[in-house]
T-cell receptor, first 113, second 114 residues
Framework: GENVEQHPSTLSVQEGDSAVIKCTYS??????FPWYKQELGKGPQLIID?????GEKKDQRIAVTLNKTAKHFSLHITETQPEDSAVYFC????????????FGTGTSLTVIP | EAGVAQSPRYKIIEKRQSVAFWCNPI?????LYWYQQILGQGPKLLIQ????????DSQLPKDRFSAERLKGVDSTLKIQPAKLEDSAVYLC????????????FGPGTRLTVT
């Protein structure tokens, strides 16, 4: 099956700075890479995603890049705000009959005011 | 549009007891997932349903876990008997179908086994 690795496990940044979280995957059949934000006591919420035929996608302060050759993808948050503090998970979906999702281990982001 | 509903939100049981979790997906969503999220880890898929059929249950500990989605809508996940290592958050998610990219998560049920 797929193996998704995520780094760093914790990240602290000053408000207004940028944050970058990186993930790698192992299965070349993975074709969809979502990023989720999980706040305390809540389920993961999709914040941005990218498909394997796209190299970069941006949505306001959030962007995701994908390097299929190297099998890695990254989340970029610019102009961070205290409300960005949460745990972020990357995931990869393998394109087969089941289309299963495999998640990274999470990054706890703290934005210091 | 109502989101994915789960109940209960919290449950504390003793080891060897049984427990059941309920999930109601977003209306019209054919695919339903149950995940186990151990503290400090990412969600791990336990079982995936397409309508009322099982697509993947390869990571479901079938000696103690069971799940059903009889009418292709609501789903229940049961643990019997529970072990200490089952302490986790159990997340339910749904999507329009197997080819749909986006999945939507419920708030989860936090299970503590003592």
């Amino acid at each position: 099956g797929e193996n998704v690795e995520q780094h760093p496990s914790t990240l602290s940044v000053q408000e207004g700075d940028s944050a970058v979280i990186k993930c790698t995957y192992s299965d070349s059949a993975s074709n969809y890479f979502p990023w989720y934000k999980q706040e305390l006591g809540k389920g993961p919420q999709l914040i941005i995603d990218i498909r394997s035929n796209v190299g970069e996608k941006k949505d306001q302060r959030i962007a995701v890049t994908l390097n299929k050759t190297a099998k890695h993808f990254s989340l970029h948050i610019t102009e961070t705000q205290p409300e960005d503090s949460a745990v972020y998970f990357c995931a990869a979906r393998i394109s087969n009959t089941g289309n299963q999702f495999y998640f990274g281990t999470g990054t706890s982001l703290t934005v210091i005011p | 549009e109502a989101g994915v509903a789960q109940s209960p939100r919290y449950k504390i049981i003793e080891k060897r007891q049984s427990v059941a979790f309920w999930c109601n997906p977003i209306s019209g969503h054919a695919t339903l997932y149950w995940y186990q999220q151990i503290l400090g880890q990412g969600p791990k898929l336990l079982i995936q349903f397409q309508n009322n059929g099982v697509v993947d249950d390869s990571q479901l500990p079938k000696d103690r876990f069971s799940a059903e989605r009889l009418k292709g809508v609501d789903s229940t996940l049961k643990i019997q008997p529970a072990k200490l290592e089952d302490s986790a958050v159990y997340l339910c998610a749904s999507s329009w179908g197997p080819l749909s990219y986006e999945q939507y998560f419920g708030p989860g049920t936090r299970l503590t086994v003592t």
